[in-house]
């Protein structure tokens, strides 16, 4: 397990600059196995040294690419794979690990998931337009989500937005993946009002 100070959703991208000894023995653990180690939120406390407190459900992550540095540390791209829930922490000894089980989204009603996919993809881009406007850095992507998968759409929909941690989490925390992109709608269009009333008081 990783404890962050991010959320990751399945189908996200986390590149990680892994250098404390534990996690450099995880990450090698990883790559010796099936290359998948647990993501979950801290609570309260650090990234580093431990004593956090962290939140029960996180992610899976397969680790897609490694290097290794001259001095031992590593360079990873990971991609969020499924959800997880954490049932009893272990000893954190030699690095953080946990009893898990895997999370599957559930049923929904999906009629009209292409009309709200178009609507958060609206969303994020009028988000990232008034962004661009105040000068704020954006990421360089083109927002298109898929109607056919509304649970990938929410995840990515929700790993391009600017939430912050707890907002995140509590979208990943959702089973219900209309709910979900419910809730982003919503939370966009709150932005998107601080943005214009921002961009209006210049």
């Known amino acids: 397990m990783f404890p962050l100070g991010t959320v990751l959703f399945p189908y996200g991208v986390l590149p990680l600059h892994v250098f404390e000894p534990r996690y450099r023995l995880m990450t090698?653990?990883?790559?010796?196995?099936?290359?998948?180690?647990?993501?979950?939120?801290i609570e309260r406390g650090s990234e580093v040294g431990g004593g956090d407190t962290r939140f029960d459900v996180g992610t899976a992550a397969r680790i897609v690419r490694a290097g290794q540095l001259a001095d031992g540390r590593y360079v990873l791209a990971t991609v969020g794979v499924q959800r997880l829930r954490v049932r009893t922490w272990l000893p954190d000894d030699p690095y953080p690990q946990a009893e898990v089980e895997l999370l599957d989204d559930g049923e929904t009603d999906a009629s009209d998931a292409g009309a709200r996919c178009d609507a958060v993809a609206g969303l994020l881009r009028r988000v990232f337009g008034l962004r661009s406007e105040l000068g704020e850095p954006v990421p360089a992507v083109t927002v298109e989500l898929a109607p056919d998968d509304v649970a990938r759409a929410g995840y990515e929909a929700a790993a391009l937005a600017p939430f912050g941690p707890l907002d995140a989490q509590a979208l990943l925390q959702l089973d219900d993946p209309v709910a979900r992109l419910e809730r982003i709608e919503e939370l966009l269009a709150d932005e998107v009002e601080v943005l214009e009333f921002r961009l209006s008081a210049r």
Do not use: N, Q, R
């Not at 090698?28 to 939120?41: I, K, M, P, Q, Y």
């Open 28 to 41: 090698e653990h990883c790559l010796a196995g099936d290359a998948t180690f647990g993501v979950v939120l």
